[in-house]
């Protein structure tokens, strides 16, 4: 019984595996978006504020002080985060893939 339900997630999966490829390989190629100069530039004066603000001492601010270093870190999270677009891509072979692992094991 076991050998069936395997062999049948096995050849599903690799079905709608060749099927995301084949559907992937008709889109274009996304061009690589690599940083400009003036981009890297402020990655760099983001990276060092925050290396300076990690030296400071907290002990001595007050509330208030507090407060606006952590708001200034939010902002420059979110602007260095929008600058690199990182992100983590799933195909839906694989995603299929670990659901079925995940059933079989549990």
Do not use: C, W
């Not at 400009?36 to 208030?64: N, T, W």
């Not at 677009?85 to 995603?95: E, H, K, N, V």
């Amino acid at each position: 019984m076991k050998k069936s339900i395997l062999n049948f997630s096995l050849a599903a999966a690799l079905m709608l595996g060749g099927t995301s490829a084949a559907i992937a390989a008709e889109k274009p190629v996304k061009e690589s978006s690599e940083l400009s100069e003036a981009q890297v530039k402020r990655l760099e004066e983001i990276d060092a504020r925050v290396l300076e603000i990690k030296e400071m001492d907290f002990s001595e601010m007050s509330r208030e002080e507090r407060k606006e270093i952590k708001s200034e870190l939010k902002e420059l999270h979110k602007e260095a985060k929008q600058n690199r677009g990182s992100g983590l891509y799933i195909s839906t072979g694989a995603l299929i893939i670990i659901i079925i692992l995940l059933i079989i094991l549990l």
